[in-house]
């Protein structure tokens, strides 16, 4: 089968697409920082289903790091049918306490890898008439639900992007989808020691289920996909809430990191 490169994809959702694909059958190219969480990936991907894994460790908050995905993405002779940009971050501080450099770091991640990973893709998709994006945004991206947080500023780009984008693409055969989950299980709630206990149950979603439905809304070609009837709703919701009701929702903050 065609291959896909997933970056982030050690760990959350990136790792739960990367599992997916591979059991599929798809041969992969895995993007993320650190060398041997890629090693140990690949390596346990091509013993439970017997694809072939390519890793590429690079830190996509660099020019030098999404320069290198971007000419493996845009290599014509190795041509990636699926790209999914889902490495990003969040940042677990008001922006009044953060610093510019950190500020810039998840723009370059959120907002400009997203740009120029989809661009080189583009580029090779669009001439063979075939290919699929999907961009991993947020359910908070439709509206301003972390006060002092950039991240849903970030995601309401991705997801504004991404739809148009796609809109554009798919009369030359190639899909581009945001994704946009709510709150989902991965490890980095905890190793961030960010204290999530009090959120209910029922507003948690599984990577595997999260992923599910991507493929799903991907194959039925949506443009935009909330996995969960509950998060569909909530969607809704925030994007038609007026702004001074918004304003007083309590924020549950957080800090979700893929990469």
Avoid at 10 to 32: E, K, M, S, Y
Avoid at 84 to 93: E, F, M
Wanted: proline share 4%; glycine share 8%.
């Amino acid at each position: 089968m065609p291959t896909a490169l997933v970056t982030g994809a050690t760990a959350g959702i990136g790792a739960a697409f990367a599992d997916r694909l591979a059991r599929d059958g798809r041969d992969l190219v895995l993007v993320a920082r650190n060398e041997q969480r890629l090693a140990d990936t690949a390596a346990e991907l091509t013993r439970r289903y017997g694809v072939a894994v390519e890793v590429l460790a690079a830190d996509l908050s660099t020019a030098e790091g999404c320069g290198a995905v971007e000419a493996r993405v845009g290599d014509a002779d190795r041509p990636v049918a699926l790209l999914v940009n889902n490495a990003g971050i969040s940042l677990h501080k008001p922006f009044t306490s953060t610093s510019a450099d950190d500020e810039e770091r998840l723009l370059w991640l959120n907002v400009r890898s997203v740009l120029r990973l989809t661009h080189a893709a583009l580029a090779v998709m669009v001439p063979r008439r075939s290919g699929a994006i999907i961009n991993v945004s947020s359910v908070s991206g439709f509206a301003a639900v972390m006060p002092g947080s950039t991240y849903p500023a970030s995601k309401a780009w991705v997801t504004n992007f991404s739809e148009s984008i796609g809109a554009a693409a798919r009369r030359h055969g190639v899909r581009v989808m945001a994704l946009c989950p709510g709150y989902t299980h991965t490890e980095f709630h905890d190793s961030a020691g960010i204290d999530m206990t009090g959120l209910p149950k029922f507003a948690w979603l599984e990577a595997d289920q999260v992923v599910a439905e991507a493929l799903r809304d991907l194959r039925r070609g949506k443009l935009l996909s909330v996995p969960s009837l509950r998060y569909k709703a909530a969607a809704v919701v925030l994007s038609r809430l007026p702004r001074a009701v918004l304003h007083r929702l309590p924020s549950a903050g957080g800090s979700r990191t893929r990469e």
